[in-house]
């Protein structure tokens, strides 16, 4: 039987939200670009793309500004939306970061002591975690430097990892006056045992890469540094043994002078970044050769059980953080962006808990108290 009496609409929809409104290329911005899906001889592939959406403030170590959060929400429905797209590319420019997290210079200026403002903001930071989740293409972070603070937290967002192995992972906020709460507190556990998960996130301490790969939380490391044509690990890492003395040492930080040989060493390198280069594009081939709706229903099941308590934590979270923007945010953010005038980037925390050991109050008296002056 004909169906030619059903009425058929062929003309292709746009589904795209907005057309590059919160987009660009320079500094501080979010650059969005299509590029060719390469096969295993890195041939172009017709018709076919990956979108590289690529956070551009490397001055301020990819930290996000307000408007590159709506450029990340911008990129990822973009992607999400465009049937061309193989897979989505999170990634950043230059060689030291990847992303420190939200821009510390807006909180301490702006938000800090604008806790309403501060609530609006972070409604747009959840419409970024929500759009990575969402993003109806799977999500590789090509890691090409630190991911530290809110960067960890929209790093763990997404679906696999690949890293520089010059990289670092970890989180900032308890030093600096946040709690990560947008995101790393409901995915660290997943990726990390609890008891990892815990140290890491309060500790405040960077870990390596290639500690993070053994850790599980990553799923490649590669190295960037090359010396007359070698390759060379990052040096700054215990990579050439697992253990001394009983303790685990591969991917532990050198000390001392091992250090300092290290950093000489690193002089002596240039970044490349082919070898990363080559395990996306590998990673982008390996998708574009399976069933786009089985895989992406088998990523969206497990990206599911990150959601169930992103989803559960992140609206009372919000209300949190705007509040804490009066108090410990206050203090702590403007204590870092101070740092070049006083000497110290963080709040006398002996001072603060002995204030609060006698019930003071919060006030200018008290932050004059615990942020140090200029010198
Ligand atoms: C550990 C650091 C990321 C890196 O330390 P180091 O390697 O010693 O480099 P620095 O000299 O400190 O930094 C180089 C320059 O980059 C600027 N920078 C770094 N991070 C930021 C940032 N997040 N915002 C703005 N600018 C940044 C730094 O000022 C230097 O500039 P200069 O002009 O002096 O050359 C260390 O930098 C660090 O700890 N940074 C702060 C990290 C942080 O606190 N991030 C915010 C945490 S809170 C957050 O992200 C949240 C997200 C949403 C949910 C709630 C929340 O709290």
Redesign the pocket.
């Given at each position: 039987m004909s169906l030619d009496f059903l009425k058929r609409d062929n003309e292709l929809k746009n589904h795209a939200l907005m057309e590059n409104q919160h987009l660009g290329t320079s500094a501080p911005s979010v650059i969005y670009e299509k590029r060719p899906v390469l096969d295993p001889a890195g041939k172009p592939v017709d018709d076919l793309y990956s979108a590289w959406i690529t956070l551009n403030n490397p001055?301020?170590?990819n930290?996000y500004t307000t408007e590159m959060v709506k450029g990340v929400i911008e990129a990822f429905q973009k992607a999400s939306s465009d049937r061309s797209i193989v897979a989505a590319v999170f990634t950043a420019v230059g060689e030291?970061?990847w992303c420190?997290?939200?821009?510390?210079?807006?909180?301490a200026s702006y938000y800090s002591r604008r806790p309403t403002e501060y609530g609006d903001y972070?409604d747009l930071?959840i419409g970024m975690v929500d759009g990575i989740l969402n993003c109806k293409k799977p999500v590789i972070c090509r890691v090409n430097g630190?991911r530290?603070?809110?960067?960890q937290?929209i790093g763990m967002a997404t679906d696999i990892t690949i890293s520089s192995d010059m990289a670092v992972y970890g989180?900032?906020?308890p030093?600096?006056?946040?709690?990560?709460?947008?995101?790393s507190t409901d995915f660290l556990p997943w990726f990390l045992s609890m008891e990892d998960a815990i140290y890491n996130c309060v500790s405040c301490e960077?870990w390596s890469a290639y500690k993070m790969k053994y850790k599980g939380m990553i799923s490649k490391v590669l190295p960037v540094l090359k010396k007359n044509g070698e390759w060379i690990p990052n040096p700054k890492v215990r990579t050439d043994t697992w253990a001394e003395h009983g303790q685990i040492v591969y991917g532990e930080m050198v000390q001392g002078a091992a250090l300092e040989e290290a950093e000489a060493l690193i002089a002596q390198c240039k970044v490349d970044f082919e070898l990363l280069d080559k395990e996306v594009n590998a990673l982008i081939w390996r998708f574009t050769n399976l069933f786009p709706n089985c895989l992406m229903n088998s990523i969206d099941a497990i990206r599911g059980k990150k959601k169930f308590f992103w989803d559960q934590q992140k609206v009372a979270q919000r209300h949190w953080?705007a509040a804490n923007m009066n108090n410990e945010?206050w203090l702590g953010?403007n204590a870092?962006?101070s740092r070049?005038l006083t000497g110290k980037?963080t709040v006398d925390f002996v001072k603060y808990r002995q204030l609060l050991a006698k019930g003071a109050q919060i006030d200018e008296h008290f932050a004059e108290q615990v942020i140090a002056a200029p010198r």
């Open positions: 001055a301020q170590y930290s030291k970061a420190s997290g939200g821009n510390t210079a807006e909180y972070i930071f630190m530290v603070a809110g960067g937290e989180q900032a906020g030093k600096h006056g946040s709690a990560p709460v947008g995101g960077l953080l945010a953010f870092f962006e070049k980037d």
